[in-house]
């Protein structure tokens, strides 16, 4: 007998653009032309909105950033299927999805530069601020989809997590939750390989996170993360038997976090080239441009002048952020409880009479 058995992934893979730019014919989505190029432009921009953030941070102008570089076909993916009924419950990790649900760029700036205020969304943007516990995000989506289905909205609850989230407790919880209530939530797992610095084989013996699915008795599916149509085609299947009133479902996506966990992370003491080469030839955006080309629907030219285009937004951006009045440091305990108890109001006043204005 075995020590230990080791379940092969007994869920099934979803791949359809290939890193060589080739694509699975049978399994294409029926995209349009202009909705494939959004595709494109939408991963261009999360790519641009990310590189501005990272150089930011480097020069003293931002306090630390989470990187989606490699994530995008993940995010843009599953933007696409999203409407305006729907909720985000978000990790640290989402901010390119979070841009294209209509989080606006400055305000995530605002964020991670360590103004709460930030998180202050626009009306009808129906996301909550990004937590950083992880799996919290999971049960917090959970429960909004219980709330959606009760209110017989048609909205769904996403709720995100990554490799590392799954090895919570609260992973476990909400999906028995989700399986249990029938929630209109979808569980989307961005398996980037790394939680920090522990290597995805240490998380689970399983062959997959989305398997896990199937003991709480909901759906479970994996998609390759860097491949935007099967992301965007897994994740409709999803939203689809969601919406129908069929409950909740689970999407693990397989991707790689190029960057390092954080700025405040070196993932060079931790990986080796070997490997981060191998996932560069896998990233989502040139296999996208590989296939873009091949159909003679894109061109050196076309790339230039959007790139040029997105240079200028993201200037535009960080134009906006630092037009923002600073964040008053007291604030920092101002919104924690409805009323102040005694310590936050210690240190509230501790704060405001402190700090050189
Ligand atoms: C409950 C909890 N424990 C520990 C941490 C510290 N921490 C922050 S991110 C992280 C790893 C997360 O890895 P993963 O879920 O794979 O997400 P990724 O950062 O790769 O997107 C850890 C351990 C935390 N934020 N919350
Ligand atoms: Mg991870």
Redesign the pocket.
């Known amino acids: 007998m075995p020590k230990t058995i080791i379940y092969e992934a007994m869920t099934e893979k979803l791949e359809i653009l290939a890193p060589d730019g080739t694509v699975d014919e049978q399994l294409l989505p029926p995209l349009s032309q202009e909705e494939v190029l959004g595709l494109y432009r939408d991963m261009l921009t999360l790519r641009a909105f990310d590189d501005k953030a990272l150089k930011l941070q480097r020069q003293g102008r931002m306090g630390t950033w989470?990187s989606t570089l490699g994530q995008e076909a993940a995010q843009a993916g599953l933007a696409k299927n999203l409407t305006r009924a729907d909720w985000l419950a978000p990790?640290f990790?989402e901010s390119g999805l979070m841009l294209l649900f209509g989080v606006p760029a400055v305000n995530q700036y605002a964020y991670w530069k360590g103004d709460e205020a930030g998180s202050l969304f626009p009306e009808g943007v129906n996301c909550l601020p990004p937590s950083?516990?992880?799996?919290s995000q999971l049960l917090h989506a959970v429960g909004i989809g219980m709330a959606l289905q009760k209110k017989g909205s048609d909205g769904v609850a996403v709720g995100f997590?990554?490799?590392?989230?799954t090895s919570?407790g609260d992973f476990h919880e909400a999906l028995n939750f989700a399986g249990v209530f029938g929630a209109r939530t979808l569980l989307y797992v961005?398996n980037?390989q790394?939680?920090?610095s522990v290597p995805f084989k240490r998380q689970t013996a399983a062959g997959s996170i989305a398997q896990k699915a199937h003991a709480y008795g909901i759906p479970g599916l994996q998609v390759d993360g860097n491949d935007p149509f099967a992301v965007y085609a897994g994740t409709k299947a999803a939203l689809d038997h969601i919406r129908a009133g069929k409950g909740a479902y689970l999407v693990e996506a397989l991707t790689y976090?190029m960057q390092s966990?954080t700025t405040a992370d070196d993932h060079t003491r931790y990986r080796t080239p070997e490997e981060t080469a191998l996932w560069a030839e896998r990233e989502p955006v040139r296999r996208t441009r590989l296939y873009l080309e091949k159909k003679e629907w894109w061109d050196e030219q076309k790339e230039a002048a959007l790139q040029e285009e997105l240079a200028a937004a993201v200037e535009g951006w960080v134009k906006e952020l630092e037009a923002r009045p600073a964040p008053k440091p007291e604030d920092m305990v101002a919104f924690m409880y409805q009323e102040m108890p005694w310590h936050l109001k210690e240190q509230y006043e501790f704060l405001k009479a402190e700090v050189k204005r």
């Open positions: 989470a990790t990790r950083v516990p992880i799996a997590g990554g490799d590392g989230s919570e961005q980037n790394w939680a920090i976090r966990h």
